[in-house]
């Protein structure tokens, strides 16, 4: 039963570190985007933030880096 307990803590800890990263990562994409003067309305705040693939993530952060839009930034923006 202990092991049992020990294997959820680690996945539950495992979790909680893919959670924060993907956070760090999306507010790193919109650091970017402020410092770039960029705007960000609130809908795709929200869609940066609620984002957990952090290959989606590492590909904004690449593209806010160059972009000259919002547009060139999220995939699919319309």
Do not use: C
Request: hydrophobic share 45%.
């Amino acid at each position: 039963m202990e092991e049992y307990q020990q294997k959820l803590r680690a996945e539950a800890r495992k979790e909680g570190l893919n959670e924060g990263r993907a956070e760090e990562a999306a507010r790193a994409v919109l650091t970017v985007l402020r410092v770039r003067s960029i705007v960000v309305p609130d809908a795709a705040r929200e869609r940066i933030l609620a984002e957990k693939d952090p290959e989606t993530l590492e590909r904004w952060l690449e593209r806010a880096t160059v972009a000259a839009s919002l547009a060139e930034v999220l995939d699919g923006l319309s």
